[in-house]
């Protein structure tokens, strides 16, 4: 037997094997039961982690290494797991089954020497076990060895047990080193052996490659591999799509709200002072509004008050003439219109800007003054008028209040 060396880590630290630990029991049992759970939920990666912060070198129960072992080789520790097959191996623990795993472990993180050693370990024990030739054909590919030396190993192996894997293998090795009718009966016998499954439609492809007639099974095997092949391309090509319209969509509304952003900032800028006409059409509309609801009102107050016919002949005249001062205030605002849309018409015969533009400050002016004088008359009519209806309802009282003496 070998006596192998290892490292082991604890808590991070990195220890020698025959340091002794003092580790509370009941603790340790705690974190055992908690790797058992996360293995049977199939949870690894996390249960490697908690074996990695503990000390194994008192545990000399196999099982319990043996689940540790699978717990880290599942999540692709296998430097971990090598060091916990090592402590296993030291104690006599695990068998010939330990000294296969432990040969694969060695395999795998490139220890070759190690592992030749414990080959011809596990050939001595377990000469009539058709697994040492798979183990070294694993340990002869993984040091390069040609491939004439591996046909002969898988050739050895076939003899003892059929495989598909390793017949595939085996054809593909065959392919390789240009053995064409050794390829094509082993592709051959495949199909035959297994009907269906990964290794089998590898071999038709493999025999296809050759450029050989392929049987109506290995026919309809390769026409289920297109057919998968194009639904898997047609799969491929609508995620493409469904992506891509995903993507413009996505970029569409980034447009919209980069534009909504833009239309935010130049907003402000867009609102512009009205123009100096639909200002003067405002004042006049204004204006019209105010003399007809002053007129609306004191209309009431003289039903309101029952005053005699003349006062209210006088209020009516005095609303006229106020209309009429409006509509010549709205003709001189057409007036300046149609002038402004000469000068807009006719640009070569337009006035100067100096003098265009004393114009319409004039028109400006007038326009403003007669609103104004308009608005002023108004106010002073209707004034007067409810001075006069007050005084004639103090007349009226006076005459009653004599009558009733008399």
């Known amino acids: 037997m070998i006596k192998l060396y290892g490292v082991f880590r604890y808590e991070g630290q990195f220890i020698d094997t025959l340091e002794v630990f003092n580790v509370d029991k009941y603790e340790f049992n705690i974190k055992l039961e908690q790797i058992k759970k996360l293995a049977a939920k199939k949870e690894y990666k996390q249960a490697a982690q908690i074996a990695k912060e503990m000390n194994w070198n008192k545990v000399k129960d196999w099982s319990t290494l043996a689940t540790v072992i699978n717990v880290q080789e599942a999540a692709g520790d296998y430097e ?77 192996y076939k003899e003892s047990e059929i495989d598909e894997k390793y017949m595939y293998e085996l054809a593909n090795l065959y392919y390789k080193t240009g053995r064409r009718e050794e390829c094509i009966k082993t592709c051959d016998n495949l199909v035959l052996w297994f009907q269906d499954g990964v290794y089998v439609e590898n071999a038709v492809k493999l025999k296809e490659k050759l450029g050989v007639n392929l049987s109506n099974t290995q026919r309809r095997i390769l026409g289920e591999i297109n057919a998968r092949k194009s639904d898997e391309e047609a799969n491929k090509e609508r995620m493409f799509m469904e992506q891509k319209e995903l993507a413009r969509l996505k970029k569409d509304e980034v447009g919209d709200v980069l534009e909504a952003d833009e239309l935010k900032k130049t907003e402000p800028d867009s609102v512009k002072e009205q123009p100096a006409s639909e200002a003067k059409e405002n004042i006049a509309s204004e204006h019209d509004n105010d003399s007809s609801e002053d007129s609306d009102e004191l209309s009431i107050d003289l039903v309101q008050n029952n005053q005699n016919s003349a006062l209210k002949e006088s ?32 640009p070569a015969g337009s006035l100067p800007d100096s003098l265009s533009e004393s114009l319409s400050d004039s028109s400006d002016n007038s326009f403003s003054e007669n609103v104004s004088k308009a608005s002023l008359s108004l ?28």
């Open 80 to 156: 971990e797991a090598r060091d916990m097959a090592i402590l296993a191996y030291n104690r006599n623990l695990g068998g010939r089954k330990l000294i296969y795993k432990l040969t694969e472990f060695f395999i795998k993180v490139n220890d070759f020497e190690n592992a030749e050693e414990l080959y011809k370990e596990y050939a001595k024990i377990s000469a009539h076990d058709v697994n040492r030739y798979i183990l070294y054909y694993d340990l002869r590919r993984a040091q390069g060895a040609p491939d004439a030396e591996l046909v002969k190993i898988l050739e050895d």
């Open 315 to 346: 209020i009516v005249k005095a609303i006229e003439r106020q209309n009429e001062a409006n509509k010549e205030a709205a003709a001189a605002i057409a007036e300046n219109k149609e002038k402004q849309k000469a000068a807009e018409d006719n």
């Open 379 to 406: 106010k002073e009519l209707i004034e007067n008028a409810k001075k006069k209806i007050e005084n004639s309802c103090e007349k009226i009282s006076r005459e009653d209040e004599e009558e009733e003496d008399v």
